[in-house]
Antibody, heavy 123, light 107 residues
Framework: EVQLVESGGGLVQPGRSLRLSCAASGFTFDDYAMHWVRQVPGKGLDWVAG????????GYAGAVKGRFTISRDNVNFSLHLEMNSLRPEDTGFYYC?????????????????WGRGVLVTVS | DIQLTQSPSFLSASVGDRVTITCRAS??????LAWYQQKPGKAPKALMY???TLQSGVPSRFSGSGSGTEFTLTINSLQPEDFATYYCQQVNTYPLTFGGGTKVEIK
């Protein structure tokens, strides 16, 4: 069974940093691209960042580019999101998500598994 | 960035109805489009990828079509469990983007 378990969320002041982690199990982690997606309760989905299986293809939403860094550890089956210079508008639930493809840019790319999410509050 | 515009943003329908949701891209994305369903308090569920390929386990009453800039998600014979919010996502170009969502409610 695929499991994605996020950790590292919490309350942080504007301008500070936070590091989210996601422990993955139940699948061959280094075969698939991974993503972070956030959602403010009651609002829509907001793609934050994605990384290919070998970390060679990485992309960010414009609102976080230069402040957030996505990385993965294929030895320890984990995904990370380093968030710096946090702003109140970064508040929301952050989901760790597994792609069906090895890279986020293939035509069959889509998120087929989601974690339960972790809440980040910037205030 | 590629913008995805979903319409309508809200629709009211009855069990048994046929429902169509449109997703328009601000530039050509070929067939690099996925659809998701989200229910309140739950993580999204993948429905479709490559515009028209059904995810494993998704009922055949769901179908997708389109290429380029215009895409549709159709639900034939709406069931009670289909009342939810639906999102499209383009995976053609970074940054990947989601549409604003379409909430399907019971009439």
């Amino acid at each position: 069974e695929v499991q994605l378990v996020e950790s590292g969320g919490g309350l942080v002041q504007p301008g500070r940093s936070l590091r989210l982690s996601c422990a993955a199990s139940g699948f061959t982690f280094d075969d698939y691209a991974m993503h972070w997606v956030r959602q403010v309760p009651g609002k829509g989905l907001d793609w934050v960042a994605g990384i290919s299986w070998n970390s060679q293809s990485i992309g960010y939403a414009g609102a976080v580019k230069g402040r957030f860094t996505i990385s993965r550890d294929n030895v320890n089956f984990s995904l990370h999101l380093e968030m710096n210079s946090l702003r109140p508008e970064d508040t929301g639930f952050y989901y760790c998500a597994k792609d069906m493809a090895s890279s986020p840019h293939y035509s069959d790319s889509n998120i087929n598994y989601w974690g339960r999410g972790v809440l980040v509050t910037v205030s | 960035d590629i913008q995805l515009t979903q319409s309508p943003s809200f629709l009211s329908a009855s069990v048994g109805d046929r429902v169509t949701i449109t997703c328009r891209a601000s530039q050509d994305i070929s067939n690099f489009l996925a659809w998701y369903q989200q229910k309140p308090g739950k993580a999204p569920k993948a429905l479709m990828y490559a515009s028209s390929t059904l995810q494993s386990g998704v009922p055949s009453r769901f179908s997708g079509s389109g290429s380029g800039t215009e895409f549709t998600l159709t639900i034939n014979s709406l069931q009670p469990e289909d009342f939810a919010t639906y999102y499209c996502q383009q995976v053609n170009t970074y940054p990947l983007t989601f549409g604003g969502g379409t909430k399907v409610e019971i009439k």
